[in-house]
């Protein structure tokens, strides 16, 4: 089993930045990819960034490409998804994800609300 525990998310107003971390542990984590999906209320979750599992390619939705950054920590068995210029659009519940090496997503953590509003 793999264990995700993500951290950072609040009330942020529109333009301003928050700074999403996830932390994963247990004896399944085999160091693949990780990514950070959201779901916003009324809508399906969808994938808004992910990493491979060196950190050498990067993928992002089209509505926070250069506004969003993903990395990770490999020593750590961290990700970190830092957002900028948030906007209202991007209000919704973020979470983290991993997937083992060749396979999809499967393991997902908890979630975080992140609002952005006036």
């Known amino acids: 089993q793999v264990h995700l525990v993500e951290s950072g998310g609040g009330l942020v107003q529109p333009g301003g930045s928050l700074r999403l971390s996830c932390a994963a542990s247990?004896?399944?984590?085999?160091?693949?990819?990780m990514g950070w999906f959201r779901q916003a209320p009324g809508k399906e979750r969808e994938l808004v960034a992910a990493?491979?599992?060196?950190?050498?390619?990067?993928y992002y939705v089209n509505t926070v490409k250069g506004r969003f950054t993903i990395s990770r920590d490999n020593a750590n068995d961290m990700v970190i998804l830092q957002m900028s210029r948030l906007q209202p659009e991007d209000t919704a519940v973020y979470y983290c994800?991993?997937?083992?090496?060749?396979?999809?997503?499967?393991?997902w953590g908890q979630g975080t609300q992140v609002t952005v509003s006036s």
């Open positions: 990493i491979t599992e060196t950190g050498k390619y990067d």
């Open positions: 247990g004896r399944a984590f085999s160091g693949g990819r």
């Open positions: 994800a991993v997937a083992p090496i060749g396979g999809s997503f499967q393991y």
